[in-house]
């Protein structure tokens, strides 16, 4: 399957994953092989097959990047409602699930844009305790390239929805 031909269904399973699960989870593979997985809450997406996250908590990806800098990330479209109803069809209405393949840049400033962006997603918790202990340091970001995807899919109940 073609990444370019189907990244509009895409960027829309990614839009309800991220609604109902406000994370997504980034694959990395340490020095050793062994694979690490991080969620990660500030994941933007852009209309050119790439996107970028804001890099501030975990430390193993950034040693992870060292020597290789390959990653997969998963975005699930967990509502209750939408498996319910999905459930009772016998049919998804759009994909449940969906892995992107690619790779990261390097650690970078994140331009006006990108905080303001950020910013409109956690706004409305801006006048709460938690928001500046947990997101007052965002301000680093690094891109991500994607090169391809793998859909989740189930038997019978997600016919259709890939080109």
Request: glycine letters at 8%.
């Amino acid at each position: 399957m073609e990444l370019q031909k189907n990244w509009p269904a895409i960027l829309q399973v990614l839009d309800n994953a991220r609604k109902s699960n406000r994370f997504f989870s980034i694959a990395t593979v340490d020095v050793d092989g062994n694979p690490h997985v991080t969620p990660i809450g500030h994941v933007f997406f852009r209309g050119d097959m790439t996107g970028y996250y804001f890099d501030a908590y975990s430390k193993a990806m950034p040693e992870n990047f060292e020597h290789n800098k390959r990653i997969c990330l998963m975005g699930v479209n967990s509502s209750t409602g939408f498996w319910l109803k999905s459930l009772f069809r016998g049919q998804f209405c759009s994909a449940p699930a969906v892995r992107l393949f690619g790779e990261v840049g390097e650690v970078r400033d994140a331009t006006p844009e990108e905080a303001e962006k950020l910013q409109q997603r956690i706004g409305i918790t801006r006048r709460l305790k938690g928001h500046q202990l947990i997101w007052s340091d965002l301000n680093r970001v690094r891109d991500i390239r994607f090169d391809g995807f793998a859909p989740a899919t189930y038997p019978v109940m997600c016919d259709g929805l890939w080109q």
